[in-house]
């Protein structure tokens, strides 16, 4: 069953528990994509999506390829007609780092 949390400072937080799973998927999702790209500059919010993994202010894009690769984890991201996710998948026990790492991405991104 999926749990809706909203916490103090409006972000909603979707959780779900999967007994005898081990793996954690983390996921950062903004309601906007490609269909709110301005007509004259098409393509924005997918390319928005790859600058955002070139770097942050304290990791290099390869310093964040090979943190998650030392994880086992898994990177990534979407655009979408009226969204783009970023999102990380990792055993449980890496939560923390994969965390750090994804927020990380999501709200200190080095876009020149």
């Not at 999506?49 to 990177?75: C, N, P, W, Y």
Request: charged share 25%; net charge neutral; glycine share 8%.
């Amino acid at each position: 069953m999926v749990k809706s949390t909203v916490l103090d400072n409006g972000v909603r937080v979707l959780s779900a528990k999967m007994p005898g799973v081990r793996s954690v998927s983390l996921g950062v999702w903004v309601g906007v994509g490609s269909r709110h790209d301005p007509p004259d500059n098409a393509g924005v919010a997918h390319f928005t999506e790859h600058m955002l993994f070139k770097g942050t202010k304290k990791r290099s894009a390869l310093q964040i390829a090979k943190e998650i690769d030392a994880l086992g984890g898994v990177l990534n991201a979407q655009t979408a007609k009226e969204y783009t996710v970023y999102y990380t998948r990792v055993l449980d026990e890496h939560l923390d780092k994969a965390a750090d790492i994804l927020f990380d991405l999501f709200l200190n991104s080095q876009i020149d």
